[in-house]
């Protein structure tokens, strides 16, 4: 139970009996693939229950994209290459959105951003450092008066609001001209 990141008895029952009926190839369960998938699914390290499902999930996944690449290679015909090619695709798209939901879900769904170059122009200012977005208690950070607008703030640069009186007039959908 540890192994697959599971606390409850009654949980692990059932996520067993799951993973026996998903790797049995036919009417009789496969101790050999059974036991491979559990080997698959301990390796991930899942933490806890969630995670556990998940990664079945993912294995399972895996495991028929490799059968719709083997059937893709035995192709005769245009329509055979075109559904193996078709389910390959589906399932290798869900697999990768698999792994982003578990890479999500063990951070947190905390995202990082890391800035490599910044380019601070004369009399601007740069933070460095770590930057929130919310102020204590969970309230965002007001405005001050202080702070200029970005769009419309660049001392001695005159916007160029003149452009829209030399607009030319767009013609009506009538055809008309007007």
Known sequence: MGALGIC?????????????????PGARADEKATNAMLAGIAAMRPRDEAEAML????IATHELAMTFAR??????NIPQQDSAVNGLTKLTRTFAAQME???RYRSGGEQK???????????GQAIVGN???SAPGG??????KEQPHALGYAPGVEMPRQVEKERATVPSSGGSGV
Request: proline share 0%.
């Open 55 to 58: 990664i079945a999930q993912m």
């Open 101 to 103: 939901a578990l890479k």
């Open 8 to 24: 409850e008895a009654n949980f692990v029952n059932w996520y067993l009996s799951q993973i026996i009926e998903v790797a049995k």
């Open 131 to 133: 930057v929130s977005a």
């Open 113 to 123: 951003m890391t800035v490599q170059h910044v380019h601070v122009a004369e009399g």
């Open 139 to 144: 309230g965002a950070i007001g405005k001050t």
């Open 71 to 76: 059937r893709m290679k035995r192709t005769e």
